[in-house]
């Protein structure tokens, strides 16, 4: 005990909610990751989806430092010009009309469920449910945790907010059939289900619920906090369907590595947040949004989606090619570059992936009995042989 103290045991003053491996990066590049002793490591997870043009991006580098030399925190009191300007962009691309800017994917999703709210005030709803999906993940805030329809995430934390109902999710009916229950607001769904392995809906879901939403005078919240930026091959995943939400919430890779969250919203909805009704004292903050705005120039000069989409093919293809014959593999499930592959866990323990991917330089996800994998967007061809390599002995060996 003493010894351990005496070369200190760093972890021991961490809260115990993450059960990290054991591996400390030191330095990344592009795809790639070095460790303390000067392994490296193939990173198909882009820190969870964030880190979608690569570590250390050069024109992102350049962005942070850049601006932190000018100014990095004024406050939302004041005008701050890169928000403008970022705001502007968002909303063309988009199609949106106003954003507010959190520093997370959760807040984004806060920032949803409280203009679902002031929705229902004007409509004379006291008691607003907000319907969302089985197997869905919305954050860790209290509202986006009562959210999420994943029992696991909400254990211990009850009592919930009550105003969300659970539906099957790529199910139109399950919602249709609360069409006579005034108490609802809204619907709010991921495009693509994330944390649940990726889970693709069919190809008219989205655009059937819209319609809903559309009959009943329901907010459409889209959360693409994963889904959004590039990363289907689009840059926002509802651009599939021509539709247009009420509110759509990003995160992640909006500012490729710093904290940075959307909400936009549209029409009525974007008129919901009045002065004092909401705010975030680092929200939308120079130095992120210059960094956002520098993410979006990226998309364009290097054509991200472009190799997205060509990627795309080349991985799916690989995987259903090479995995075609593997007992332990169920599915395949590719948008852009959300890759799950569902497993059998009768022929393979699942449990054990995670730390043998990692021995051999690979770091992926579990999801249930999915690995799920969300590679940088920048990723080659050549890197993708590699990829695939790693993938077919973690599975059949
Ligand atoms: C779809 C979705 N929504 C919300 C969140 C929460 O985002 P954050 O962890 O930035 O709060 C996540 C995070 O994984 C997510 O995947």
């Known amino acids: 005990m003493g010894l351990f103290y005496f070369f200190g045991n760093t972890m021991s003053n961490l809260m115990s909610n993450y059960s990290p ?7 990344g590049s592009g795809c790639w990751l070095t460790d303390t002793s000067g392994k490296k490591y193939f990173d198909a997870l882009s820190g969870v989806g964030v880190v979608n043009l690569g570590h250390c991006h050069p024109k992102v580098t350049e962005s942070i430092i850049e601006q932190s030399q ?12 890169r928000q403008e300007e970022l705001a502007v962009r968002l909303c063309e691309l988009a199609n949106m009309d106003k954003v507010f800017f959190s520093n997370s994917g959760a807040e984004a999703n806060e920032t949803a469920i409280k203009i679902a709210r002031l929705f229902a005030r004007q409509k004379n709803i006291d008691m607003p449910v907000i319907l969302t999906a089985k197997e869905s993940f919305h954050g860790r805030t209290m509202a986006t945790l009562s959210a999420t329809g994943n029992s696991k995430v909400q254990a211990g934390f009850s009592p919930l907010m009550s105003e969300f109902i659970h539906v099957d999710f790529d199910d139109v009916e399950a919602i249709k059939q609360y069409r006579n229950n005034k108490n609802i607001v809204a619907v709010m769904l991921e495009p693509i289900q994330g944390e649940a392995g990726v ?20 907010l459409f919240i ?20 021509n539709l247009t939400p009420d509110v759509l919430c990003l995160a992640k890779g909006l500012g490729n590595g710093v904290p940075i969250g959307a909400c936009l919203a549209r029409g009525k909805a974007s008129e919901m947040l009045l002065p004092g009704s909401h705010g975030s004292t680092f929200g939308g903050n120079p130095l992120v949004c210059n960094v956002a705005l520098r993410v979006l120039d990226v998309f364009e000069e290097d054509a991200i989606l472009d190799n997205v989409n060509a990627i795309s093919n080349y991985v799916n293809n690989q995987l259903k090619k090479n995995l075609k ?27 054990k992936l995670l730390q043998k991917a990692l021995e051999d330089g690979l770091l992926i996800n579990i999801a249930g009995n999915s690995i799920r994998m969300l590679p940088p967007l920048v990723i080659t061809q050549q890197e993708v042989d590699i990829l695939i390599k790693k993938i077919i002995k973690l599975i059949n060996t």
């Open 21 to 27: 491996l054991d591996v400390t990066f030191t330095s």
């Open 70 to 81: 000018k100014l990095l925190h004024t406050s939302n009191w004041y005008r701050i010009e």
């Open 199 to 218: 889970i693709i809906p069919q190809k008219d879901y989205l655009n059937e619920v819209n319609a809903v939403c559309e009959e009943n005078d329901w």
């Open 222 to 241: 889209l959360d693409e906090v994963q889904s959004g930026m590039g990363r289907t091959g689009k840059l926002f995943a509802h651009q599939y369907n």
């Open 325 to 351: 014959d593997s007992s332990a593999v169920i599915q395949i499930r590719v948008k852009g570059l959300m890759i799950g592959i569902g497993l059998d866990e009768s022929t393979i323990d699942c449990t």
